[in-house]
């Protein structure tokens, strides 16, 4: 998405230069928009790859990636990070297109890659939801024989037995024919404790889900994705939770 310029106009007589000089800034910021990405395009991707370049005027960009997904009906939304504003926020507009849409998204670190996903982390508490959320995980690792492991973290203020959290992976498990293997960790802080376990692994991939509000409810998001998004140099993969 592109930000259209502002202008203001005080006189009637200024309508025509205002309109001119609107067209002649759009059509450069368009024209240089474009050129970068096909050179992106040319750069990052094969020959044999369908890579669409498209510029899109709007107010702000979050609205812009928004209304163009509504319209292209993709199967993910893929974003850089932005800037961090310090070091638990993400990017202004990855934070707007993760709370308000409802598809998958997956955020990407300047120097972090998503080609290979061989070492998968599903961070979860393993719930009934659970299985709905690794259901679109699935959709988007299929074919790339990724090894997935389920971990679950255990903390004081949300103490369970380990019996338990097994019973309940163990049930997890019966509804994919993924290769899996389960990890249970104790840690303080839960997002803390999945990035920490996916850079001991070196891991490929984090997906977990989120549970988006929108509207009046939108600053009462997932805490924890947000933070984990934010935590972390690998992909994150952000799958909504119906529940």
């Known amino acids: 998405?592109?930000?259209?310029?502002?202008?203001?106009?005080?006189?009637?007589?200024?309508?025509?230069?205002?309109?001119?000089?609107?067209?002649?800034?759009?059509?450069?910021?368009?024209?240089?928009?474009?050129?970068l990405l096909h050179g992106m395009r040319k750069?990052?991707?094969a020959d044999t790859l369908r890579v669409n370049c498209k510029v899109l005027p709007a107010k702000n960009i979050y609205n812009g990636i928004l209304d163009y997904a509504d319209?292209?009906?993709?199967?993910?939304?893929?974003?850089?990070?932005?800037?961090?504003?310090?070091?638990?926020?993400?990017?202004?507009?990855?934070?707007?297109v993760l709370r308000l849409t409802d598809l998958p998204v997956l955020v990407v670190k300047r120097n972090s890659k998503i080609s290979k996903r061989k070492k998968v982390i599903f961070a979860s508490d393993f719930l009934d939801d659970s299985v709905k959320v690794f259901s679109q995980v699935n959709e988007?690792?299929?074919?790339?024989?990724?090894?997935?492991?389920?971990?679950?973290?255990n903390t004081k203020s949300k103490f369970e037995e380990y019996e338990v959290i097994k019973s309940r992976i163990e049930k997890f498990k019966k509804n994919f024919s993924a290769d899996f293997s389960v990890v249970i960790r104790a840690g303080k802080s839960v997002e803390e404790s999945i990035v920490?376990?996916?850079?001991?692994?070196?891991?490929?991939?984090?997906?977990?889900?989120i549970k988006r509000k929108k509207k009046l409810s939108l600053y009462f998001t997932d805490r924890v994705t947000e933070s984990?998004?934010?935590?972390?140099?690998?992909?994150?993969?952000?799958?909504?939770?119906?529940?």
Not at 196 to 209: E, F, K, P, T, V
Request: proline share 4%; hydrophobic share 40%; no cysteine.
């Open 43 to 45: 750069e990052y991707f």
């Open 140 to 153: 988007f690792l299929k074919d790339s024989n990724s090894s997935i492991r389920l971990l679950y973290i």
């Open 228 to 243: 984990v998004i934010s935590l972390s140099d690998i992909p994150v993969l952000a799958v909504n939770n119906p529940g």
């Open 71 to 96: 319209e292209l009906n993709p199967d993910l939304i893929l974003l850089g990070e932005g800037e961090k504003l310090d070091k638990i926020r993400i990017g202004a507009n990855a934070e707007r």
């Open 196 to 209: 920490r376990y996916a850079n001991s692994i070196d891991a490929d991939l984090i997906s977990i889900g």
């Open 1 to 35: 998405s592109i930000i259209l310029p502002e202008f203001y106009v005080t006189e009637l007589s200024d309508y025509a230069l205002y309109q001119k000089e609107l067209n002649s800034k759009v059509d450069k910021i368009y024209d240089q928009s474009i050129s």
